[in-house]
């Protein structure tokens, strides 16, 4: 089992910046794939960004490409995603999950941050 804490959301400016962290816990978590996933209210929920156990491969998509890092600290087992020029179409419920490598679907979810961009 894995538990995942998501924090750092919150209410920003147009142009600003976040980092939202993601704390993972259980005696595996370091070795899973970790992802971040947003939901806008009215829009199915869309995987923003990615990053394998050791961090040899990321995703992003394409709308938060050159905007959005997503970083990993495996000691503390948490999980970054470093978002820089923010717009209002950013705004949505952020969710930290996790899923074991080779796995197709994610298995383990959080319990969501807030982020408001404002214009």
């Known amino acids: 089992q894995v538990q995942l804490v998501e924090s750092g959301g919150g209410l920003v400016q147009a142009g600003d910046s976040l980092r939202l962290s993601c704390a993972a816990s259980g005696r595996t978590a370091s070795t899973y794939t970790m992802a971040w996933f947003r939901q806008a209210p009215g829009k199915e929920r869309e995987q923003v960004a990615g990053?394998?156990?050791?961090?040899?491969?990321?995703y992003y998509a394409d709308s938060v490409k050159g905007r959005f890092t997503i970083s990993r600290d495996n000691a503390k087992t948490t999980v970054y995603l470093q978002m820089n020029s923010l717009k209002p179409e950013d705004t949505a419920v952020y969710y930290c999950?996790?899923?074991?490598?080779?796995?197709?679907?994610?298995?383990?979810w959080g319990q969501g941050t807030q982020v408001t961009v404002s214009s």
């Open positions: 990053i394998t156990w050791n961090s040899d491969s990321l």
């Open positions: 999950a996790a899923k074991a490598s080779g796995t197709l679907s994610y298995q383990y």
